[in-house]
């Protein structure tokens, strides 16, 4: 059974940094292509991170040159570094495992991330 879980969220002032990390279990970690994806509130769910299996990541223009993405293969566990946060950087941010030719998509419970001073 997969298994993501977040941690890391918190409450930040603007132009602070937070990590988020997300902890996976029950398939072939490295075999899969991850991302992070956030929700305001009433906003639609939107990617911010990408990563692929072979380590090649892309990221959504409003975060670029401010979040970085990363996987540790051997311990399961896909980060997300963000810097230079802004209010509208505020929302629940889940962990995704995305679905192959064999699986469907996972996701995590969520971590709340709040920009404010």
């Known amino acids: 059974q997969v298994q993501l879980v977040e941690s890391g969220g918190g409450l930040v002032q603007p132009g602070g940094s937070l990590r988020l990390s997300c902890a996976a279990s029950?398939?072939?970690?490295?075999?899969?292509?991850m991302a992070w994806h956030r929700q305001a509130p009433g906003k639609q769910r939107e990617l911010v991170a990408r990563i692929a299996n072979n380590g090649y990541t892309n990221y959504a223009d409003s975060v670029k040159g401010r979040f970085t993405i990363s996987r540790d293969n051997g311990k399961n566990m896909v980060y997300l570094q963000m810097n230079s946060l802004k209010p509208e950087d505020t929302a629940v941010y889940y962990c995704n495992q995305e679905a192959t030719v064999i699986s469907r998509a996972y996701w995590g419970q969520g971590t709340q991330v709040t920009v404010s001073s």
């Open positions: 029950g398939s072939i970690f490295r075999l899969n292509h």
